[in-house]
């Protein structure tokens, strides 16, 4: 699967990773349904630390369609969620 981190790129992700992530998906929701600000910052970043340390970056001049687009580092908690479905970030 080709993962894009808004303001980073892209990376190549194996369908394998995405019960880990969906741990981390899940602890984000729970922080932004409490309120949890610094939480949701720390949750965010270490699974966008994951997916980074997971996959494997593709070259700038690639242009996959993305099959997950992920927030940026920075993004807010309300910017996160207004990307949110109803599986959170990450499907499944």
């Known amino acids: 699967m080709?993962?894009?981190i808004m303001g980073e790129g892209q990376v190549s992700?194996?369908?394998s990773h995405l019960t880990e992530l969906n741990k981390l998906d899940d602890e984000l929701l729970a922080e932004m349904?409490?309120?949890?600000?610094p939480g949701f910052r720390?949750?965010?970043n270490a699974l966008l630390d994951k997916v980074r340390e997971l996959g494997e970056p593709l070259p700038d001049a690639a242009l996959e369609?993305?099959?997950l687009i992920l927030p940026a580092p920075e993004a807010t908690l309300e910017e996160?969620?207004?990307m949110l479905s109803d599986d959170g970030l990450i499907p499944g």
Do not use: F
Not at 33 to 37: A, L, P
């Open 13 to 15: 992700l194996a369908d």
């Open 65 to 67: 369609p993305s099959d």
């Open 42 to 44: 720390r949750t965010l």
């Open 33 to 37: 349904e409490s309120g949890d600000q």
């Open 2 to 4: 080709i993962v894009r």
């Open 80 to 82: 996160v969620r207004e």
